[in-house]
């Protein structure tokens, strides 16, 4: 129901600032780079990955761990959705204009959502008070009111002054619910493109859907490990259950479990398959160590700390899916700053494995970004290249603007190294494309300084 600030932090490299570099130079080179942008990229329609079937028996167990759980672990006895057509509205809050890309990414989601999910949603008319609001506000005032969150949704309310004004009240209490009728969504404007929209895709999904997230699902942004940034098939299934005409508001978890199977194999059809037993759940000591790995808010010697007791904590409960693959990835980052043995020995760990759990996915390239840096850094153009030619694809399919955009700025220097200037050229105006949108100007702008700076006597 929040997004974390801690889950829109730019991916570490294997340098974090680009040595050598004098700060008047810096701010040259920021402003010639600056000075000659190309025109930003943008996603539209749904993302080309693939993924594999899920058998219809863990998408329902699946689907009731996600609907009758909050993300604090509250349990919600009672089913909860719209009912009827779903109008949403936007709110500029503070009367400044709203980014450009807001109403486009929207539009774009909408049209999914009809379309995969089968909602019945569109945008609100002028005038008329939507279903759904979306306000956008600066980012220091969510901060303010809720801090920590990038971006949440709220039922019972109609907009930011309506929230204000019921904060305190059990009218907010998702709990207290019988049917879904109003609900508001907050969301920064003055932050990158690829952050707003991705907190229409997690907001959005669960003001209609699920509220909970569960860190065993892979293919999901109903997931806090944040590898997939909007919407994906499995999330649309997921959302398609949810408003099937065999359901509706005021169910008890046992009426709704009872015609699970039968929406599933409508949803579903390829899911009849075998069942392969159930996942267990993340334990709440992986949890907060995994959370505790990726906060900014400790020091780098406990982020290792954290990290490590999250890889101990996954071996020993025995697991052997994404949620050790990611734990190594954590200590990778988290160990980057101070020790690059244990970095990259864990980040081959991590590549390792999701190599074999998931191919050449979105999960193996945010591995894959960092192993590329490292191989760039060190003069290996040809290793980096090798790493990059299988990465890029996957970040474009899963339409993830900043990782793309390093991996082609990564690329673009890997190219220049073996003496194809032109080509890199090229290759770098792409990322840069894409990383106006993943990040904003000036941050593109820092992140393109110290990509630069990690090829050898650049």
Same mark, same amino acid.
């Given at each position: 129901m929040l997004k974390s600030l801690a889950s829109l932090a730019v991916m570490a490299l294997a340098s974090c600032a680009t040595p050598g570099l004098a700060p008047q130079a810096t701010r040259a080179t920021i402003a010639n780079i600056t000075d000659a942008l190309p025109a930003p990229r943008r996603f539209s329609g749904a993302p080309a990955m693939r993924l594999p079937v899920q058998p219809n028996a863990q998408l329902a167990r699946d689907f009731m761990a996600l609907t009758?759980?909050?993300?604090?672990?509250?349990?919600?006895?009672?089913?909860?959705?719209?009912?009827? =057509?779903i109008t949403v509205a936007v709110e500029n809050a503070t009367g400044t204009s709203l980014p450009p890309t807001l109403q486009p990414d929207l539009d774009d989601l909408l049209v999914r959502l009809r379309g995969e999910a089968k909602i019945d949603i569109r945008r609100a008319e002028a005038g008329e008070m939507g279903s759904i609001?979306?306000? @956008?506000? =600066?980012? /220091?005032?969510?901060?303010?009111?809720?801090?920590? +969150?990038?971006?949440?949704?709220?039922?019972?309310?109609?907009?930011?002054?309506?929230?204000?004004? /019921?904060?305190?009240?059990?009218?907010?209490?998702?709990?207290?619910?019988?049917?879904?009728?109003?609900?508001?969504?907050?969301?920064?404007?003055?932050?990158? =493109?690829?952050?707003?929209?991705?907190?229409l895709h997690e907001e959005l999904a669960q003001a209609v859907g699920p509220l909970n997230d569960l860190y065993r699902l892979p293919y999901s942004t109903f997931n806090d490990d944040n590898v997939n940034v909007v919407l994906t098939s499995y999330d649309m299934m997921l959302l398609r259950a949810t408003y099937d005409s065999s359901?509706?508001?005021?169910?008890?978890?046992?009426?709704?479990?009872?015609?699970?199977?039968?929406?599933? +194999?409508?949803? #579903? =059809?390829?899911?009849?398959?075998?069942?392969?037993?159930?996942?267990?759940? @993340?334990?709440?000591?992986?949890? /907060? +160590? $995994?959370?505790? %790995?990726?906060?900014?808010?400790?020091?780098?010697?406990?982020?290792?700390?954290?990290?490590? #007791?999250a890889v101990a904590l996954a071996q020993a409960a025995g697991w052997q899916d994404e949620r050790l693959a990611f734990s190594h990835?954590?200590?990778?980052?988290?160990?980057?700053?101070?020790?690059?043995? $244990?970095?990259?020995?864990?980040?081959?760990?991590? %590549?390792?494995?999701? /190599?074999?759990?998931?191919? #050449?996915? $979105?999960?193996?390239?945010?591995?894959?970004?960092?192993?590329?840096?490292?191989?760039?850094?060190?003069?290996? @153009?040809?290793?980096?290249?090798?790493?990059l030619d299988e990465a890029i694809p996957a970040a474009d399919d899963a339409q993830n603007a900043s990782l793309l955009a390093t991996l082609l700025l990564l690329r673009s220097e890997a190219t220049a190294l073996q003496g194809a200037s032109s080509e890199a050229a090229r290759i770098r105006r792409e990322g840069l494309a894409w990383?106006?949108?993943?990040?904003?100007?000036?941050v593109l702008? $820092?992140?393109?300084?110290?990509?630069?700076?990690l090829r050898p006597g650049a």
């Open positions: 009758f759980q909050l993300e604090t672990g509250r349990q919600l006895n009672t089913f909860t959705r719209y009912e009827g =057509p609001t979306i306000s @956008a506000l =600066p980012r /220091k005032t969510l901060q303010r009111f809720v801090p920590g +969150a990038a971006c949440f949704v709220v039922p019972r309310v109609a907009g930011w002054s309506d929230y204000l004004a /019921k904060r305190f009240s059990p009218e907010i209490d998702w709990t207290t619910l019988t049917t879904r009728t109003r609900a508001s969504i907050f969301l920064p404007y003055d932050v990158s =493109p690829q952050e707003i929209r991705d907190c359901l509706q508001s005021g169910m008890s978890q046992a009426q709704v479990a009872a015609r699970l199977p039968a929406i599933l +194999a409508r949803v #579903n =059809p390829s899911g009849r398959v075998a069942d392969r037993g159930a996942t267990p759940e @993340a334990t709440e000591r992986w949890s /907060k +160590a $995994i959370q505790g %790995a990726l906060s900014p808010d400790v020091s780098s010697t406990a982020r290792i700390s954290y990290a490590k #007791n990835l954590a200590l990778g980052r988290a160990a980057l700053p101070m020790d690059g043995d $244990i970095a990259i020995a864990a980040f081959l760990e991590s %590549a390792a494995m999701y /190599k074999q759990l998931t191919g #050449n996915s $979105i999960h193996s390239a945010q591995v894959a970004v960092q192993l590329a840096a490292f191989a760039l850094s060190s003069g290996q @153009a040809d290793s980096a290249l090798s790493i990383g106006r949108y993943a990040w904003g100007d000036e702008a $820092i992140r393109a300084v110290e990509v630069a700076g």
